[in-house]
Each structure stands twice: as C-alpha cells, then as structure tokens.
C-alpha cells in the first residue's frame, strides 16, 4: 500500500508558476510510475506528467515544454514544476502511484489560475 500526500497549490497569475509536491510512504523506486493527474469541473481526467522507476518521463501535449516532473528519491517525492501557467491549466491535481496493477492516488490539491 502507499499513502501519497501532495501540496503546493494555490492561486497564481497566467504566466505564473507553481510546484507541486507528492510524498509518498514507501520509496518511489519501489513503485512503478508516479503521475500526476488533473480534473478540472465538468472536463475528464487527464495525466498531466508521468515519470517511471527508470526515469523515464512522459507528458501531455498541452504541457509540454511548460511542465517538468523530477523526483527526490532521498525524500520519496515526486515533484511536478509548472511554468508559465494558463487559465485551462485550474484543476484539481493530484499523484497517482502505480505498483503492479495496483494504483494509490493522494487526496489531491487544487491549483487555479487567474487570467
């Protein structure tokens, strides 16, 4: 089982940035891919950033090259940097932990960007 708790949401500017923050319980090299999720009121949920036990990183059209996911394996954390932030980037976040065919996912915190 994994516990993830994320953090660093808020309010911010279009043009803004954001990091978001997910601890996980257990070490994330003994889990197979985080990623970070998003949904938004009304819209259905999409994977913003996925990053794998590898490293190897995966990420939505709509945020590439705005978006980078990293991670502390020292602090079991993955990290999810947002630059240059959009009004269609609010939503609701939240990390998803995949071991085996099993998936955990963090409470989830709200980002929202004002225009």
């Known amino acids: 089982q994994v516990q993830l708790v994320e953090s660093g949401g808020g309010l911010v500017q279009a ?9 996980a319980s257990r070490s994330i090299f003994s889990i197979n891919a985080v990623g ?11 994977v913003v950033a996925r990053i794998s036990s590898s490293g190897s990183t995966n990420y939505a059209h709509s ?8 991670r502390d394996s020292a602090k079991n954390a993955v990290y999810l940097q947002m630059n240059s932030l959009k009004p269609e980037d609010a ?23 004002s225009s």
């Open 63 to 70: 945020v590439k090259g705005r978006f980078t996911i990293s």
């Open 15 to 23: 043009g803004g940035s954001l990091r978001l923050s997910c601890v």
């Open 91 to 113: 939503a609701l976040y939240y990390c998803n932990a995949q071991v085996g065919d099993l998936n955990y996912r963090g409470p989830g915190i709200q980002v929202t960007v």
């Open 36 to 46: 970070w999720y998003r949904q938004a009121p009304g819209n259905q949920r999409e």
